[in-house]
């Protein structure tokens, strides 16, 4: 499984970016997709997750900016951020998540940076 995450950029605030994280496509119809950062000196932190069912979640200092989306059929996970503030400054990474015959898999995607300037 590989994961390319793509989309990071300089923004000001109230502005938006479109996040994509393009996999190999293992798996990827069962597999929960999720999104983390990590802000400079700080740990990981998660982001939004969407599910093979196309639930969705958010932390909630992004809920009502930023939206998950999947499209299986381009094996691809999206974030889109508006209204982005510099607290959102940070090296968004995505995740993916499966299950097979009860083993678990995590795979990571190298990570695009984000950048809010105030």
């Known amino acids: 499984v590989q994961l390319q995450a793509s989309g990071g950029g300089l923004v000001q605030a109230g502005g938006s970016l479109r996040l994509s994280c393009a996999t190999s496509?293992?798996?990827?119809?069962?597999?929960?997709m999720a999104w983390f950062r990590q802000a400079p000196g700080k740990e990981r932190e998660w982001v939004a997750t969407?599910?093979?069912?196309?639930?969705?979640n958010y932390r909630d200092s992004v809920q009502g900016r930023f939206t998950i989306s999947r499209d299986n059929s381009k094996n691809t996970v999206y974030l889109q951020m508006n209204n982005l503030k510099p607290e959102d400054t940070a090296v968004y990474y995505c995740?993916?998540?499966?299950?097979?015959?009860?083993?678990?898999?995590?795979?990571w995607g190298k990570g695009t940076l984000v950048t809010v300037s105030s």
């Open positions: 969407i599910t093979f069912g196309d639930s969705t």
């Open positions: 995740n993916q998540q499966y299950t097979l015959a009860t083993q678990p898999h995590s795979y």
């Open positions: 496509g293992a798996w990827f119809r069962i597999s929960n």
